[in-house]
DNA sequence: CTTTTCAGG
DNA sequence: CCTGAAAAG
């Protein structure tokens, strides 16, 4: 099972990147995305629903602004959109699919870089996140995947930058803590696990001052998957060349048969 | 002495678009422009600045709207910003440069298109720029060249679709009779004094549907001058294959010496 | 720097 | 259909 996730910062932007044709090469089972920014008329996903996808989406409120969908080829046996509380769902952040092996979240998880009212609210998010999670593992919706633009990221070998960004949102102390602390619920993250403590391998960099062509970046796109998973990752990776975005792609491979 | 008016819409724009090694070729004496846009920072003019032009602008208080400019080879005996009504110089409406051949009026007239309101402001305008016209005749500022986006016509001949337009802005009973009213102040208006009444020659085709390949427009832009002047009108034109904006520039030579 | 909306035309 | 601002990232 080959699931990407992808911040696309513009579902629209993206697609006329030419995110379609490279979906159709790569043909993900499942891919999930995140900044779709929805607008007030319901979005065109036909390009991806004529290769074979299921399309579900979970928008915002606020016209062209945030919002998650998922795509799979196979039909999920359940769709969750959104977590229940109306503040977040309000953002469009959380969409969840059930399969047979497998369950699907896909989470866009707020930005604190525009300020510290966000970067609060970015926290409440954290910690009401790591107890939403906790309630699906004990309410048996497992073995989770959890797939998204997490907006932050835990060592130093996760963005170009660490001594600069040691309180910058997305790498705060209390960042850092926060991922361990979600790892430790039972979490492994599948790139760090298929690749070991590599550096210089990131997943989204600023339009600004040409950083993508410098790989000045973060890691800051996941796909943890649950503990039990760990040993069924066949690969895992930060599709780095892959270009309709300001993020890149990050995939892994589950093998349920191995 | 030629003279040019132009409704760039968006001054920057229409320096991305060549404007300036247009101005560079043709050299006008004087060019009026509309609609500049000039945004919080000051707009950069240097690229007319460098073939020789002094600069003045009038700009609006709301950032990226409405604002004109005039730019003249020869420095100006006097130049005056705004008309001393704060609900329209707020808007960046009137510039004069006073030469010693003429004065130069350049102005950008409220468009009424976005509702009954701005239509009842852009009538209300129309008043006070007559009267205000005539206290400048009345203090010997003369003779005068109004030069400018009237965003108003006069005559069927002025517009492609008159009887589907006989209410819309611009067009109304109420701004074709002001129309006349004020040519009967003094004024000739110097494209019709020259071409007589030839159709199909307009100013400002709107954007949408291909307007202006289909030659579908409105002759908005004018270069009206004090009838003493009417005898000095060497050439007159609308030079409709100059495509920076939605509208054309409009010119007027005047010769001092005829 | 880029995406989107929005006002304004 | 365009421009430019503004919010958000």
Redo the contacts with the bound molecule.
């Keep these: 099972m080959n699931i990407i996730s992808y911040n696309l910062?513009?579902?629209?932007?993206?697609l006329?990147?030419g995110l379609a044709d490279w979906v159709a090469q790569v043909r993900p089972d499942v891919l999930c995305v995140q900044?779709i920014?929805?607008?007030?008329?319901p979005l065109d996903v036909s390009a991806l629903t004529d290769l074979g996808y299921h399309a579900y989406l979970h928008t915002a409120q606020?016209?062209?602004?945030?919002g998650v969908a998922t795509f799979s080829l196979e039909k999920p046996l359940a769709v969750v959109e959104g977590c229940g509380q109306s503040c977040y769902d309000d953002e469009g952040r959380v969409l969840r699919l059930d399969f047979a092996h497998c369950s699907v979240l896909n989470t866009y998880m707020?930005?604190g870089?525009?300020g510290p009212e966000?970067q609060a609210f970015k926290v409440e998010w954290l910690h009401f996140f790591r107890r939403y999670v906790r309630e699906l593992q004990a309410a048996g919706v497992a073995p989770l995947v959890i797939a998204g633009d997490y907006?932050c990221c835990q060592t130093e070998l996760d963005l170009r930058n660490p001594k600069t960004n040691q309180n910058s949102p997305g790498f705060t102390p209390e960042e850092r803590q926060w991922f361990r602390d979600f790892l430790a619920d039972g979490f492994t993250d599948s790139f760090r696990h298929h690749h070991g403590p590599v550096p210089d391998r990131y997943s989204w960099w600023?339009?600004?001052?040409?950083a993508r062509a410098r790989n000045v970046g973060w890691r800051i796109d996941h796909l943890l998957v649950d503990n039990a998973l760990a040993p069924h990752i066949r690969h895992a990776d930060m599709l780095h060349d892959v270009v309709h975005s300001?993020h890149c792609p990050v995939q892994v491979e589950l093998d349920f048969n191995a």
């Design positions: 910062n513009g579902l629209r932007s993206a006329s990147k900044e920014k929805a607008g007030r008329e606020k016209p062209g602004y945030s707020p930005s870089t525009s966000r907006n600023t339009y600004r001052a040409g300001d």
